[in-house]
């Protein structure tokens, strides 16, 4: 026992041997004294001598497995009628039931209790949660088909201030001025942020606008083609490479966003828009559409802030918090808020397009959701009223 | 000399790009904006590298059968297929196999793995998001009251609440996104003074 206790302090030591020393009551009331008892057993188990003439055979020395209650399946268990009976060599002495023998069958009752029951209740709460995941699949998947196929009937839609804000912007731009569209999205969030790239750029060919696009994520760029392409064809007159550029993309992120800044002059050179456009200075708005914050906050930190150019934004419905403080401080000048804020956007350039008829679709979906969110914190309640919770 | 070196210069380039930033010179103007030019280049050749990292990365896993190596097949397949395309076209990333590669493959995949979102929100909704106590009721309620107030029926079912979703957007939830922000900003500037007065040495890792 002590040597066991090699290696720790000296206190340390102290307090294992005082753990020791202390037996339980019911131990001591068994009659033989615990010293005793533990020199016994360090008589008959030899720390490291194997009995002679065993050598080689320990490994094939099986030992019983456990075939019930909290230990079945373990081999090795040190019985406990062996702990507690009385040692052979007080065997003279007539056979009657030692003290605390109850507290022993007591003991071996509490081992010897089924598991099962409690593995089956499992099973069916676990069945039962894999049918309501399904059943809210089907239930939004239906709700938004019903939705797509009830749209088109027009959505009276509150405006708000912020896309107010947005379309003030663009439409107090004169005819011939710029502005710098950087597409910060991937087909991820184009869901969202496309339909609002298709007003804006409506919008701003009808002011006469000239149109730098460009995009610090590699998807963008095509994204930025794909819009342009399909809004150009409402407008004759406007030409690739006059009216409007793609620039592509530009890597380097913070540092892509002063890039553009010092460099833009140059970087439109080659096309005839460079003769109007000789750096920054000459851009009139920037508008940034954003997939996530961290590509709004490269635009208002290394462009907005230092250059001090007017800037709005059009970002998804999750960049929506982070975006806020930056139109309440004025930096940003207008803010589209997600498939929303392009629908919005749409009814007040009297221009509808995809966000107003994806609008309805949206709306049965929030509602679903909103449902099956009442209905987990009902059924909630109802399992702490039972005392389940 | 090994550690000086790379030390002295990144501080020099930071200090200068910094400068730059608050006055108004044409000499250490011409300096930063060069700076930012090489790192835009650099960059840009950083691409290049993760490609090649990519593409050895995937051949090991293809030549030692490691798990999933089928997969690592497609992935070199549609990569080296828009790399031809756009090396071998004029038109750059505008060339049709890129423009088919990206319009029939990565805007649907991309989408769809996006979409999948309603769903899991929607079951997640129902199985995890209680009222357990004080702090997550006032959650659930804000939540559902952006929620429901987003949708464009919102108010049909309460004139005012529209109004109220703005109010949990504009006041709480903005002051709780200002805090945020003002974080970053601090942590910000105080790992960028620690690099540039060389406390920390990012680029020697």
Same mark, same amino acid.
């Given at each position: 026992?002590?040597?066991?206790?090699?290696?720790?302090?000296?206190?340390?030591? /102290?307090?294992?041997?005082?753990?020791?020393?202390?037996?339980?009551? @019911? +131990?001591?009331? %068994?009659?033989?004294? =615990?010293?005793? !008892?533990?020199?016994?057993?360090?008589?008959?188990?030899?720390?490291?001598?194997?009995?002679?003439?065993?050598e080689g055979l320990e490994g094939l020395v099986e030992e019983p497995r456990e075939k019930e209650g909290l230990?079945?399946?373990?081999?090795?268990?040190?019985?406990?009628?062996?702990?507690?009976?009385?040692?052979?060599?007080?065997?003279?002495?007539?056979?009657?039931?030692?003290?605390?023998?109850?507290?022993?069958?007591?003991?071996?009752?509490?081992?010897?209790?089924?598991?099962?029951?409690?593995?089956?209740? /499992?099973?069916?709460?676990?069945?039962?949660?894999?049918?309501?995941? @399904? +059943?809210?699949? %089907?239930?939004?998947? =239906?709700?938004? !088909?019903?939705?797509?196929?009830?749209?088109?009937?027009?959505?009276?839609?509150?405006?708000?201030?912020?896309?107010?804000?947005?379309?003030?912007?663009?439409?107090?731009?004169?005819?011939?001025?710029?502005?710098?569209?950087?597409?910060?999205?991937?087909?991820?969030?184009?869901?969202?942020?496309?339909?609002?790239?298709?007003?804006i750029l409506d919008h701003l060919m009808q002011r006469g606008v000239k149109i730098v696009n460009l995009s610090l994520t590699p998807e963008g760029q095509a994204l930025a083609d794909r819009a342009l392409e399909s809004v150009v064809s409402d407008h004759e007159g406007y030409i690739r490479g006059r009216d409007y550029v793609n620039l592509g993309y530009v890597a380097g992120n913070e540092v892509g966003a002063r890039f553009i800044a010092e460099s833009l002059g140059p970087r439109l050179s080659p096309y005839p828009l460079g003769e109007r456009v000789g750096g920054l200075e000459d851009v009139d708005l920037i508008v940034v559409l954003a997939g996530s914050q961290e590509h709004l906050r490269r635009w208002v930190e290394q462009v907005q802030a230092p250059y001090k150019v007017a800037m709005v934004a059009g970002v998804s419905a999750q960049v929506d918090p982070a975006a806020r403080p930056y139109y309440r401080s004025g930096q940003l000048k207008g803010l589209l808020s997600g498939l929303v804020g392009a629908a919005e956007y749409e009814r007040v350039n009297q221009h509808p397009g995809v966000a107003l008829s994806r609008m309805l679709p949206q709306a049965a979906a929030h509602l679903v959701i909103a449902l099956f969110i009442l209905l987990g914190n009902f059924a909630y309640l109802v399992d702490r009223l039972r005392g389940r919770g | 000399m090994k550690r000086v070196l790379p030390a002295a210069i990144a501080m020099a380039a930071g200090f200068l790009v910094l400068v730059d930033f608050f006055f108004d010179n044409l000499y250490l103007n011409a300096l930063g904006v060069t700076l930012i030019n090489w790192v835009v280049i650099i960059a840009a050749f950083a691409l290049i590298l993760g490609f090649l990292n990519i593409l050895t990365f995937h051949l090991r896993k293809i030549f030692q059968r490691q798990e999933g190596w089928p997969y690592s097949i497609a992935l070199l397949v549609v990569a080296g297929t828009v790399l031809f395309g756009g090396l071998t076209s004029a038109q750059g990333y505008r060339a049709p196999l890129v423009r088919t590669v990206f319009d029939y493959v990565q805007t649907p995949l991309q989408a769809s793995l996006f979409s999948l979102l309603a769903f899991y929100i929607a079951s997640a909704g129902y199985r995890a998001f209680r009222a357990r106590n004080f702090e997550t009721f006032l959650l659930v309620v804000a939540c559902l009251v952006v929620l429901v107030g987003q949708a464009p029926l919102a108010r049909y079912l309460w004139e005012q609440l529209p109004a109220l979703k703005d109010w949990v957007l504009e006041v709480p939830s903005t002051a709780g996104a200002r805090g945020i922000v003002i974080g970053v900003a601090l942590g910000s500037l105080a790992t960028g003074v620690r690099v540039l007065v060389g406390f920390d040495r990012p680029y020697s890792e």
């Amino acid at each position: 026992m002590v040597s066991s206790n090699e290696g720790l302090q000296g206190w340390e030591q /102290e307090e294992v041997l005082e753990g020791v020393e202390e037996d339980p009551e @019911w +131990l001591r009331e %068994l009659g033989a004294p =615990a010293d005793e !008892v533990r020199g016994a057993a360090e008589e008959e188990v030899p720390d490291e001598e194997t009995t002679p003439g065993l050598e080689g055979l320990e490994g094939l020395v099986e030992e019983p497995r456990e075939k019930e209650g909290l230990l079945a399946g373990i081999t090795g268990v040190l019985r406990v009628e062996s702990i507690f009976a009385i040692s052979h060599r007080i065997g003279e002495v007539a056979f009657s039931p030692p003290a605390g023998a109850d507290q022993v069958a007591r003991f071996e009752g509490v081992l010897s209790q089924p598991l099962a029951p409690v593995a089956a209740k /499992e099973q069916p709460r676990a069945r039962m949660t894999g049918v309501i995941s @399904w +059943l809210s699949y %089907l239930i939004l998947a =239906a709700a938004v !088909v019903g939705g797509i196929l009830l749209a088109g009937g027009s959505i009276d839609l509150p405006l708000t201030q912020a896309t107010a804000d947005f379309y003030r912007t663009i439409e107090s731009l004169e005819e011939g001025s710029v502005a710098l569209l950087s597409h910060d999205y991937d087909p991820g969030t184009a869901a969202e942020i496309t339909p609002q790239v298709s007003a804006i750029l409506d919008h701003l060919m009808q002011r006469g606008v000239k149109i730098v696009n460009l995009s610090l994520t590699p998807e963008g760029q095509a994204l930025a083609d794909r819009a342009l392409e399909s809004v150009v064809s409402d407008h004759e007159g406007y030409i690739r490479g006059r009216d409007y550029v793609n620039l592509g993309y530009v890597a380097g992120n913070e540092v892509g966003a002063r890039f553009i800044a010092e460099s833009l002059g140059p970087r439109l050179s080659p096309y005839p828009l460079g003769e109007r456009v000789g750096g920054l200075e000459d851009v009139d708005l920037i508008v940034v559409l954003a997939g996530s914050q961290e590509h709004l906050r490269r635009w208002v930190e290394q462009v907005q802030a230092p250059y001090k150019v007017a800037m709005v934004a059009g970002v998804s419905a999750q960049v929506d918090p982070a975006a806020r403080p930056y139109y309440r401080s004025g930096q940003l000048k207008g803010l589209l808020s997600g498939l929303v804020g392009a629908a919005e956007y749409e009814r007040v350039n009297q221009h509808p397009g995809v966000a107003l008829s994806r609008m309805l679709p949206q709306a049965a979906a929030h509602l679903v959701i909103a449902l099956f969110i009442l209905l987990g914190n009902f059924a909630y309640l109802v399992d702490r009223l039972r005392g389940r919770g | 000399m090994k550690r000086v070196l790379p030390a002295a210069i990144a501080m020099a380039a930071g200090f200068l790009v910094l400068v730059d930033f608050f006055f108004d010179n044409l000499y250490l103007n011409a300096l930063g904006v060069t700076l930012i030019n090489w790192v835009v280049i650099i960059a840009a050749f950083a691409l290049i590298l993760g490609f090649l990292n990519i593409l050895t990365f995937h051949l090991r896993k293809i030549f030692q059968r490691q798990e999933g190596w089928p997969y690592s097949i497609a992935l070199l397949v549609v990569a080296g297929t828009v790399l031809f395309g756009g090396l071998t076209s004029a038109q750059g990333y505008r060339a049709p196999l890129v423009r088919t590669v990206f319009d029939y493959v990565q805007t649907p995949l991309q989408a769809s793995l996006f979409s999948l979102l309603a769903f899991y929100i929607a079951s997640a909704g129902y199985r995890a998001f209680r009222a357990r106590n004080f702090e997550t009721f006032l959650l659930v309620v804000a939540c559902l009251v952006v929620l429901v107030g987003q949708a464009p029926l919102a108010r049909y079912l309460w004139e005012q609440l529209p109004a109220l979703k703005d109010w949990v957007l504009e006041v709480p939830s903005t002051a709780g996104a200002r805090g945020i922000v003002i974080g970053v900003a601090l942590g910000s500037l105080a790992t960028g003074v620690r690099v540039l007065v060389g406390f920390d040495r990012p680029y020697s890792e």
